[in-house]
């Protein structure tokens, strides 16, 4: 009888073992099919492009190969064989140029964004005195401010920092706005029946409503903010990815200007990819519920 009950043990436990070894090796092999369909593409699109060039069906002084283009870059990055001349190993410090321009006005277009949009979607006065000066301070295109941002701040750091803000506000205020809205009435009810405080209410019931239509906003800013940086370095500002791009341009140095390209998508994908992550992180009651319902 012991025998019989500790081979049943054994069969239990090999079966677990061998249903935990399946599901290892199939989320493996997801992950795995997920990272191919996402490089498929790209190494497509760069083996068409480096056969175009090589072929010469368009000049090279024109479109560079990507060969070519990463030369050029590794130097831009490690100053391997001086090809991006005056440029060569200054990356890095381009790089962090932009990237602090980027943050400075992005973390004073999500203050400024998420409070107004707070105030504006929960008191009506607040919405009747300033949505129609922001309604039409908002079709205009953040560039068009270029000249009164040189005026005011010089050539400088100012400039690229205020067209960053005026990019990544008005998505960050209109998303808060619209997820201050949609807060489920029924909640702020029953919330002020049992005492709650207006801050209360804010805290605990309409911020965490409204934060995936924040977040939302965050995203979507975070690219309108690298896209004005680099407008701004190639026009008021001397150093950053965006004057190197310009710069080269002029020296019809386009290996350096698609090297800058790259460099500008690489750091907006990864500056989206930490706002996801944050995101995920932040919203994991939402995931529990979405997997709750399922």
Known sequence: ????????????????????????????????????????????????????????????????????????????????????????????????????????????????????GIAIGWWRWIEQAVEPTLQMLRPIPPVSWIPLAIIWFGIANKPAIFLVFLGAFFPILMNTIHGVKATDRNLIRAAAMMGSTQFQLLRFIVLPAALPSIFAGLRIAIGSAWMLTVTAEMVAVKSGLGYVLWDS??????????????????????????????MTAMLHWQRRGAAGRH
């Open 249 to 278: 341009y002029y020296f019809l140095r386009y290996d350096l200007v698609i090297a800058a390209m790259v460099s500008i998508g690489l750091l907006g994908y990864l500056s989206d990819l930490a706002m996801k992550r944050t």
């Open 1 to 116: 009888m012991n025998y019989q009950r500790t081979h049943r043990t054994l069969d239990v436990a090999s079966s677990s073992r061998s249903v935990t070894l399946s599901a290892i090796f199939a989320k493996s092999g997801a992950r795995i099919r997920v990272g191919f369909v996402k490089c498929l593409i790209p190494v497509v699109l760069i083996a068409f492009w480096e056969l175009v060039a090589r072929l010469g069906i368009i000049p090279a002084s024109l479109l560079p190969a990507p060969s070519r283009v990463v030369t050029t870059w590794a130097d831009w990055v490690f100053a391997t064989d001086g090809s991006s001349q005056a440029d060569s190993g200054r990356w890095i410090f381009d790089a962090a140029a932009s990237v602090s321009r980027v943050l400075s006005g992005y973390l004073i277009a999500t203050i400024s964004g998420v409070l107004l």
